[in-house]
């Protein structure tokens, strides 16, 4: 029972690096989701996902890109890393939306930006 | 502007009840979670209430009033593992989550 799964669970990178964060899940959901989450401040979310080969920006996309070619992957890029970026980041699924729209996360990608 | 408001943090003893409180104000109403988040983990799902009224899950009930934009969590026969932080999230009319901040529950013996 895998669920949702992401990976790396951490990484440090310099500013100005790029990386890629994956998220699998194998419970066949349309929704994903990615999420960031900081001291003091609710989950914010990034860009989303309705289904393959479709996203959307969420809160706070800026700094971001995503991407959902397969229906159970989806892609968190930074394309130039900035220390406002240091966060743990949660993936997420679900199948639906209302009373379906229990979120399934993933364990979290612990990202530092020095 | 949309807003999910609960207390910091709340402390507790070990076999009392406690009750999480959140207050919202949000474009639209599709329902309101609760998740728990143990330190250094992942969310996961608690309780989903869209009608107004009580859901009793075994120790944990959550109530909604959506007249009052309030919600609240009650932890019964608490335990040492119930030490975590309590998420509430509002579903808006564009079915987006809308996030509070969290309520840590610290659980004292």
């Known amino acids: 029972n895998a669920g949702v799964t992401q990976t790396p669970k951490f990484r440090v990178l310099k500013t100005g690096q790029s990386m890629t964060l994956l998220c699998a899940q194998d419970m066949n959901h349309e929704y994903m989701y990615w999420y960031r989450q900081d001291p003091g401040m609710g989950l914010r979310l990034i860009h989303y996902?309705?289904?393959?080969?479709?996203?959307a920006k969420g809160e706070v996309p800026d700094g971001y890109n995503v991407s959902r070619l397969k229906k159970q992957n989806f892609l968190l890029g930074l394309e130039s890393a900035a220390p406002s970026q240091t966060s743990v980041y949660f993936c997420?699924?679900?199948?639906?939306?209302?009373?379906?729209?229990?979120?399934?996360f993933g364990e979290g990608s612990r990202l530092t930006v020095l | 502007g949309q807003n999910i408001d609960q207390p910091t943090e709340m402390t507790a003893t070990e076999g009392a009840i406690v009750q999480i409180n959140c207050t919202y104000q949000?474009?639209?109403?599709?329902?309101l979670f609760w998740y728990q988040q143990h330190a250094g983990e992942a969310p996961t799902f608690l309780s989903y209430?869209?009608l107004d009224g009580l859901e009793e899950k075994g120790r944990f009930s959550s109530f909604l009033s959506r007249s009052k934009g309030y919600s609240y969590l009650l932890l019964k026969e608490l335990q040492m593992k119930d030490s975590a932080s309590y998420l509430c999230a509002v579903m808006d009319s564009n079915y987006q989550l809308i996030w509070g901040a969290g309520t840590k529950l610290i659980i004292k013996p």
């Open positions: 209430n869209v």
């Open positions: 997420a699924s679900s199948s639906g939306q209302g009373s379906t729209g229990e979120l399934f």
């Open positions: 996902s309705v289904g393959e080969g479709t996203t």
């Open positions: 949000t474009s639209g109403f599709n329902g």
